[in-house]
DNA sequence: TTGTACGCGTTATCAG
DNA sequence: CTGATAACGCGTACAA
């Protein structure tokens, strides 16, 4: 176990103080051409690296950012903090991931440990609606910056970037509606979370705007995987008069309401024409393509990461910035009529 | 901007001393129970938490894991962080991510600047084949404990957690040959990287064993993507007589392969058997369902973890291991005839 | 330009 | 059982 070099050690090596060392190193004071010189050649030789960890006790920095998700071996997730990690790089941070699995004992804890362990930041998307306002509070008041992202809660002093998920679900529903469907099912989360009432806001206010009466009869709460998805379709088969459309807040559930209706003889789209949410790239790869919301998580994770570090840079101005992204419909042959009724 | 209560201030307010406290706070050594009790009863009094970067400058200990990997927006590399996370998170470790995007120099600064942040262990999966060494034993030197996952590098005192890739290469060849399939072609990764010799050397086993010829026409060395897969297809369907079998080594160069197959007519699995590697979550959705190697990355990431977990708690003692995981092979239609030959 | 002295928050060692 | 002191490695006023 070798020890590492530190700059006491450079010093002694060449007769001066530690302090020079660090100037030296740091080009920073004033300092002589030729003790600069020679310490950073010296440190070279001796192997020197910087010691993070007595820096950031020094200093109250510590050049890593906690990013807090309820799964990160999603595509989502996944992508969103790819982003964060590329963009936070050439800044020097470092991203420390945590995971909540929607436990919101978890998202507290998670935020506790982050706190102690001297994050510049802490990025999260939110697992619970009735998050301890307590601890997000301590965050703030600790002046530690926190940014939301794709889940948020409204919280003041608090940052976030999202996308406009009322738009999303208004313009899959308006292009169901403008392939000719005229009882559009809508399968939603769970609808104490925002994202999902907001999609259910667009799929309504869809509905209105071209003259269909909202029935909230057509309207499915469930769990985004594709057993649901096939559940779902099971009732929608059971109903006196089968729908023509269906607007999912989940491509999971979406897929497996193709594959009960298929299998039930129904065809897609031209009896029914199906539409999921997320862009989750199988959505793309299907032979039945099937038409989605690209959610733009790589721009997402990198706005995140750059509303970060325009906080952190500022930290005596007071800076609340809230980004909303545009969601881009993809438009599949599950929800592609070859004939369309104009 | 408030400030975090330290062991000093609590010291203070007891008139004692900061050591006492400190005690009294990790039920140490001999205390009298009054004082513990007083001191955790005014700690918690005043939102007292212990600052992690001090104790890791004094203990050595950052608390803090590095893991490295190509990308992290993979479902295979998801899927495993998402269980190193959870290992290691009861432990009290926390997880710093980097991400290479397969360049060699951000493999050697990454591995820098996490020893720098003074990270307790490396999990990493190789990305450049001729990864520089100096690097890797400037790790081993520092005591630091390294585990590869998945691309591994044979390096003396190394642990590493992997999977058979020989045998998940000779179990998919093995199972299209069962179908009946007596022209199979191999399509093949970098053949730099270990991970992808292996699969050839299972693909040619496997001929070998069932009395087939080895032709080295019938492999196709790629990038991993669709667009791939559609270029090799349209080889494939230049030659004089048609291939009856494909193994991918990728799922995505598979889809392509199928696309592109399909859409000239070719059927699959009657015509062309097709199995990939990796079982991407797509693989099982399709309406034909792609034959695939199943890697577990969830139990690499556990083992790798736990690897990781063993060497830290035992650092007097030297521990190699060398774990191999057995893969999966998941059957499905893209290689399943209907009628099987006996 | 360089050295001295100190503090960041914690624990370990040695007295008492 | 508890107090005093040093040490982890670094940066930085202040003094020289």
């Given at each position: ?37 020679l310490v950073q050649k010296t440190a070279l030789k001796m192997n020197y690296e910087q010691n993070k960890v007595a820096l950031a006790l020094k200093s109250g920095k510590s050049y890593n950012v ?277």
């Amino acid at each position: 176990m070798k020890k590492k070099t530190t700059i006491y050690d450079i010093a002694v090596k060449l007769n001066i103080t530690a302090a020079t060392v660090s100037r030296a190193l740091n080009n920073n004071s004033k300092i002589s051409e030729a003790t600069r010189e020679l310490v950073q050649k010296t440190a070279l030789k001796m192997n020197y690296e910087q010691n993070k960890v007595a820096l950031a006790l020094k200093s109250g920095k510590s050049y890593n950012v906690g990013v807090i998700v309820p799964r990160i071996d999603t595509t989502f997730f996944g992508s969103v903090i790819r982003a964060i990690e590329e963009e936070l790089y050439p800044a020097g941070y470092h991203v420390i991931i945590c995971q909540t699995h929607d436990i919101e004992s978890r998202e507290v804890e998670n935020i506790t440990t982050l706190i102690n362990a001297q994050v510049d930041g802490i990025l999260m998307s939110i697992s619970s609606p009735d998050i301890d306002l307590n601890v997000i509070n301590q965050i703030v008041k600790k002046n530690i910056p926190l940014i939301f992202f794709d889940r948020k809660k409204d919280i003041e002093g608090v940052s976030s970037v999202v996308i406009n998920d009322f738009e999303g679900g208004y313009k899959v529903t308006k292009q169901l509606i403008e392939q000719g469907c005229k009882k559009i099912v809508h399968i939603n989360g769970n609808p104490k979370i925002k994202i999902f009432q907001e999609r259910c806001r667009g799929y309504k206010h869809a509905l209105k705007d071209s003259g269909l009466a909202y029935d909230e009869k057509l309207v499915f709460e469930t769990k985004s995987n594709v057993e649901e998805g096939r559940r779902v379709a099971k009732l929608l088969l059971a109903m006196d008069t089968l729908p023509d459309g269906v607007f999912s807040s989940s491509d999971f559930t979406a897929l497996g309401v193709i594959q009960e209706l298929k299998e039930n003889g129904v065809k897609i789209p031209e009896d029914i024409c199906v539409a999921g949410f997320a862009n989750e790239p199988f959505t793309k790869f299907m032979e039945l393509s099937i038409t989605s919301v690209d959610q733009s998580p790589l721009e997402m994770g990198k706005m995140t990461a750059k509303v970060f570090l325009e906080q952190v840079n500022n930290k005596e101005i007071k800076i609340e910035k809230k980004v909303v992204l545009e969601p881009k419909l993809m438009i599949r042959k599950s929800s592609l009529r070859k004939v369309i009724s104009k």
